[in-house]
């Protein structure tokens, strides 16, 4: 189940959760925004993906989610 993200108010945290399936894989993702003053916002994203081994090489993965950050990092700043 998705979640969409309308506003942020100050003092307030929203939160966004997210199933994705990707063939037979199933991952769960989880989104907070938590607004620290009236110009910054807190973002922590959690991936949860049960099927990978712990012990799994997560180098490509971590890059992945790097390039990500830095996509959005870039449109928000871009909105100021």
């Given amino acids: 189940m998705s ?3 309308v506003f942020i108010s100050r ?7 997210t199933l994705i399936h990707d063939g037979s894989a199933v ?13 910054q ?3 922590t994203t959690i991936i949860d ?3 990978m081994d712990e012990n799994a090489d997560k180098t490509f993965l ?19």
Avoid: C, Y
């Fill in 3 to 5: 979640e969409p993200v």
């Fill in 11 to 17: 003092n307030r945290i929203k939160e966004g959760n």
């Fill in 27 to 39: 991952m769960h993702g989880k989104t907070t925004f938590e607004a620290i003053n009236d110009n």
């Fill in 41 to 43: 916002t807190k973002i």
């Fill in 49 to 51: 993906i049960p099927w």
């Fill in 62 to 80: 971590n890059s992945r989610l790097e390039h990500a950050a830095q996509i959005r990092k870039q449109l928000m700043e871009s909105e100021i």
